[in-house]
Structure formats: C-alpha cells, structure tokens
C-alpha cells in the first residue's frame, strides 16, 4: 500500500466523538500514523511480527500494521468506549481491506497490567501533563513486553527518556520529529487547533551476549 493511500484510509476511520481530557486521548492523525508504520515497516520490525499496539485508542497504529503485513497485532484499551469504535473500525478494515491481513485481537484493559509478549510496541502514549510521569510508566511496559519499541513524545525529554531506555536495557537507537495537531476539543483550549512538537523514539533491547535471543 502507498503512503497516501494508507494516510487517506486511516483518516477516514472513526475517532473518539467525547475524549476524555485527562485522559489525554489525542487521537493520532492519520498522516502521522502512517509515517511511524511505515518507519517501522523500512526497518524490519513490522512485517510478519507480531505486534503490541498500547494505548490503542481507535486503533489507527494498530491497524496501519495489519495494512502493512503485521502477523499478529494485540489491540490493549481499557476505555469502553475507545474500544467500541476501535471494533468498527476493524469491521471496516475487514470489508474494505484488498488484501490477506493478519490476526488481530482486542485486550480489554490497563496497559500496565498487560501480560503480553510481541516482536514490536508501537503507541502513542499519554503526554504525561494530566497524570504525571505516565509516559514513562507507558514506556517501561513497553520495554518489559517486546524487543523493539517505537513511542511517540512531547519534544524537550530526550535524554530523560534515552536514560529510561538504558536503564531497562534497551538503547534508543533513532528518532523522528512531526508537528502533532491537537484539536479543540476541550472548553479549555483556546484555539481551534494547536500544533505540538513530538519525536517518534525507536528503541531496541541491548544483549550483552550471555542472553539468549529467539
């Protein structure tokens, strides 16, 4: 599938009508998805992998994967809601979708409670400016349950979070940067639409050798 194609098909997947501020359930934007797929497409880490999308909101990550030759792909949501929508939007992908996709299944529940095991985490995670430090609590799951990780972030914590990433043995081996649209959803927001500046992180577990690797 081409780029513009993948954009245009996971924009017009549905969204959360009411997303919960504190929450922060910023729906990724459809052009944005498909950039992170496809990083991770280019380097191996998605085709016939399985994968962990958590935090899967809508599912558009997730679902990007499949459209790209994920083997698997683990949906984990715990908003009811969130899920609903997400179950619709895997209805459409199942009748619109040309193509052989992969399995997929959707884990009712907290994502740091999750007891999964994938190739290849790939979430946009809390900011963490509602519920301090919860992008790094999002991040040591995903460290714990995979062996390459792509996580999306608020620009400015790069050596913080490349310190995580060491502490958990893994090396944060690369990094993109995108303008991440916010639109007024809330009473609070002033403007119809606000850009905030993120950086796609791409980890990788460290083995020192005396570790063996599947």
């Known amino acids: 599938m081409r780029k513009k194609q993948l954009e245009i098909f996971l924009s017009n997947l549905k969204e959360m009508e009411d997303p919960d501020m504190f929450e922060e359930q910023y729906t990724t934007p459809g052009d944005i998805a498909a950039e992170i797929v496809l990083f991770a497409y280019h380097r191996g880490d998605l085709e016939g992998k399985t994968i962990i999308d958590l935090g899967a909101g809508t599912g558009r990550l997730g679902i990007a994967s499949l459209l790209l030759g994920a083997k698997k792909v683990y949906f984990v949501e715990k908003d ?39 190739d290849t985490i790939i979430q946009n995670p809390p900011f963490g400016t509602k519920k301090r430090n919860m992008d790094t609590k999002f991040l040591k799951k995903a460290f714990e349950i995979g062996d390459v990780v792509y996580s999306l972030h608020k620009k400015g914590n790069y050596d913080f979070i490349r310190n995580v990433a060491l502490e958990n043995s893994f090396e944060l081996v690369e990094k993109e940067s995108f303008k991440f649209p916010i639109k007024a959803m809330f009473e ?27």
């Open 188 to 214: 609070v927001h002033k403007k119809r639409k606000v850009m905030i500046e993120v950086e796609l992180y791409r980890f990788m577990r460290c083995y020192d050798g005396s570790e063996w690797r599947d």
């Open 80 to 118: 009811k809601r969130a899920i609903e929508i997400l179950s619709d939007n895997l209805k459409t992908l199942t009748l619109k979708s040309n193509q052989i996709l992969g399995e997929y299944e959707i884990r009712d529940g907290d994502v740091l409670n999750v007891l999964l095991r994938g």
